[in-house]
C-alpha cells in the first residue's frame, strides 16, 4: 500500500478523487460576490500558478474584466464558472486552469491527511467499474494486440489490471496502445504501465515532477518489481484530445524510442493541478506543478506531442494496423503464414475484416 502522501500526489490533475460532487443547484451572485471571488482567485493565481512570470497578467486580466463588467451576464455560480474557466485557459494558453461548482469542497489548511479506508475502497471501487480505464482489449488479425486505454487512475488499484492486461497480448507480434481519448491521471501509474515495454534490469528515469508551492520535486521512475515484459514492437495512437499523463505515456514511448506514434499532436497541457476554493461553492484548478522529461529535460506544454506518423486521429488504428502487417509480410517466410499475412493486409488496408461464422462447414 502506497503511503499517504504518494495516494494523494497519484493524480496528476490535482486531488480529484477528494472532489465532492458536482453541485446539481446553481447559486445567485451579486456584483460584489464576484468581484470578492477574482481577487481571490489572483491571490491564488499570483501565490501558486507554475509560472510567476504569467501569474500577475492572467490574474489581472480576470480581474479588470471584472470590473469593467465582462461578467455582469454571469448571474449564477455554474456561468460565472464557465466564464472563468474560458478565460483562465485563454489568458494562459494553459488548458489544465479549470473553474467548476463544487458543493461542500474544504481546501486543505495544511498537509493532506491520510484518505480513510471507506475512501480508499471506494475508490477502488469505482476504479474497478471503470474496468480500471481499459475501454478495450482485443487481439486483432494478423496476431496483433490492442489495448484502448482511456485514462491512468492511481497505481494501487490499476497496476494489476495493466500486467494482466498485457500477460493476455504477451502472445502477439506486435501491440497498439490506443492513447486517442485518454485525458491522463497518474504520473505513477503511467512509469508502471511504461516498465512492461522495458527490458527487465533496465530501470529508467522517467520524469521529474517541480511542485511551486511545497517548492520540492517528485521524481519518477519505471518500477523494477514488474514482472511481465514486453519486447515487440509497439505502436502508440495519440490525438488532439490527448492529454496530460496520456501525453506523458506517448511522450515516453517517443523519447525512449520504445514505440511509434500514429495521429495527431496531442493537446500540449503538461502541467499539474492544484484545487483551491473561491467562494460560493467555486473550486478552481490551478497549474502549480511543471513536469520535465528525463531524457529530453523538456516537456509538451502548449506545443503537445507530435506523432511519428501524422493522420487524423480516426485513421490512426488503420495506418499503425497496415503498417505493422507490412513489416509481419516482409519478415515472413514463403508459405501459407505468408500468404494469410499478405491477405490480412490487403483487407486492413480496404478497411475490412473478415465475418464471424457461426456454423459449422456443411450447415445451412
Given at each position: 500500500?502506497l503511503g499517504s502522501k504518494k495516494i494523494v500526489a497519484a493524480v496528476v490533475l490535482g486531488a480529484l478523487w477528494s472532489l465532492p460532487a458536482l453541485a446539481a443547484e446553481d447559486t445567485a451572485l451579486s456584483a460584489s460576490d464576484r468581484a470578492a471571488i477574482v481577487q481571490t482567485l489572483a491571490a491564488k493565481i499570483n501565490a501558486n ?25 454571469a448571474a449564477g455560480a455554474k456561468a460565472f464558472s464557465a466564464a472563468l474557466q474560458e478565460d483562465l485557459r485563454e489568458f494562459s494558453g494553459d488548458l489544465h486552469f479549470s473553474a467548476s461548482r463544487y458543493e461542500g469542497f474544504t481546501e486543505p489548511s495544511g498537509p493532506p491527511e491520510p484518505p480513510s479506508r471507506a475512501k480508499l ?244
Amino acid at each position: 500500500m502506497l503511503g499517504s502522501k504518494k495516494i494523494v500526489a497519484a493524480v496528476v490533475l490535482g486531488a480529484l478523487w477528494s472532489l465532492p460532487a458536482l453541485a446539481a443547484e446553481d447559486t445567485a451572485l451579486s456584483a460584489s460576490d464576484r468581484a470578492a471571488i477574482v481577487q481571490t482567485l489572483a491571490a491564488k493565481i499570483n501565490a501558486n500558478y507554475i509560472e510567476p512570470t504569467q501569474a500577475e497578467r492572467v490574474g489581472s486580466a480576470i480581474v479588470r474584466k471584472n470590473a469593467e463588467g465582462g461578467y455582469a451576464a454571469a448571474a449564477g455560480a455554474k456561468a460565472f464558472s464557465a466564464a472563468l474557466q474560458e478565460d483562465l485557459r485563454e489568458f494562459s494558453g494553459d488548458l489544465h486552469f479549470s473553474a467548476s461548482r463544487y458543493e461542500g469542497f474544504t481546501e486543505p489548511s495544511g498537509p493532506p491527511e491520510p484518505p480513510s479506508r471507506a475512501k480508499l475502497d471506494e475508490w477502488r471501487d469505482a476504479t474497478a467499474r471503470r474496468g480500471y480505464d481499459i475501454e478495450k482489449i482485443e487481439r486483432l488479425p494478423g496476431n496483433v494486440g490492442y489495448i484502448e486505454l482511456r485514462g491512468f487512475g492511481g497505481v494501487e488499484f490499476v497496476g494489476p489490471a495493466y500486467t494482466a492486461a498485457i500477460s493476455l497480448l504477451a502472445g502477439t507480434d506486435a501491440l497498439i496502445l490506443d492513447l486517442r481519448r485518454n485525458g491522463g491521471g497518474s504520473p505513477a501509474s503511467v512509469a508502471y504501465l511504461m516498465s512492461h515495454f522495458l527490458p527487465v534490469g533496465d530501470v529508467r528515469h522517467l520524469i521529474d515532477i517541480y511542485d511551486r508551492p511545497s517548492d520540492t520535486t517528485r521524481q519518477i521512475w519505471s518500477v523494477p518489481t514488474v514482472a511481465q515484459r514486453y519486447d515487440k514492437p509497439v505502436y502508440v495512437l495519440t490525438s488532439a484530445r490527448t492529454g496530460s499523463g496520456g501525453e506523458d505515456c506517448a511522450y515516453d514511448f517517443q523519447v525512449l524510442k520504445r514505440g511509434t506514434l500514429v495521429g495527431e499532436t496531442t493537446a500540449g497541457a503538461s502541467n499539474p493541478v492544484s484545487w483551491y476554493s473561491l467562494g460560493h461553492d467555486i473550486v478552481a484548478s490551478i497549474p502549480t506543478a511543471r513536469t520535465t522529461n528525463f531524457v529530453s529535460k523538456t516537456n509538451w506544454e502548449h506545443v503537445g506531442v507530435k506523432p511519428d506518423v501524422a493522420v487524423p486521429a480516426a485513421q490512426a488504428l488503420q495506418t499503425a494496423h497496415v503498417a505493422i502487417l507490412r513489416n509481419l509480410v516482409s519478415s515472413a517466410k514463403e508459405g501459407d503464414e505468408r500468404k494469410e499475412l499478405q491477405r490480412l493486409l490487403a483487407m486492413a488496408e480496404n478497411g475490412e475484416s473478415d465475418k464471424p461464422v457461426y456454423k459449422l462447414k456443411g450447415q445451412l
